[in-house]
């Protein structure tokens, strides 16, 4: 059994930054990518950030120069960093990995809300 936690969100002002962390619990799991997504209500959900097992990274266009992702393969984790908040980062973000095994995971979301 493998869960996936997301920690970091909180309230901030525009500009501020924030680091969202995704650590992978239970069994060990090999990740073929892990991925950041964002869902505000009433929109579908969004893919921000991706880090692959090779450590290839891809960003959606709002987020290029200001978001970075990374991973710390010694804690089984991945990081968001999130500079320059905007008022439209505003969203719960989940975390996602499929595994080499062919099994998907998400994490149960953190809310980030950026408000002046």
């Known amino acids: 059994q493998v869960q996936l936690e997301e920690s970091g969100g909180g309230l901030v002002q525009p500009g501020e930054s924030l680091r969202l962390s995704c650590a992978a619990f239970g069994s060990i799991v090999i990740f073929n990518n892990v991925i950041w997504y964002r869902q505000t209500p009433g929109k579908q959900r969004e893919l921000v950030a991706g880090?692959?097992?090779?450590?290839?990274?891809n960003y959606t266009d709002s987020v290029k120069g200001r978001f970075a992702i990374s991973r710390d393969v010694s804690k089984n984790a991945v990081y968001l960093q999130m500079n320059n908040l905007k008022v439209e980062d505003t969203a719960v973000y989940y975390c996602y990995g499929d595994s080499a095994s062919g099994v998907d995971y998400w994490g149960q979301g953190t809310q980030v809300t950026v408000s002046s």
């Open positions: 880090i692959s097992r090779f450590g290839n990274t």
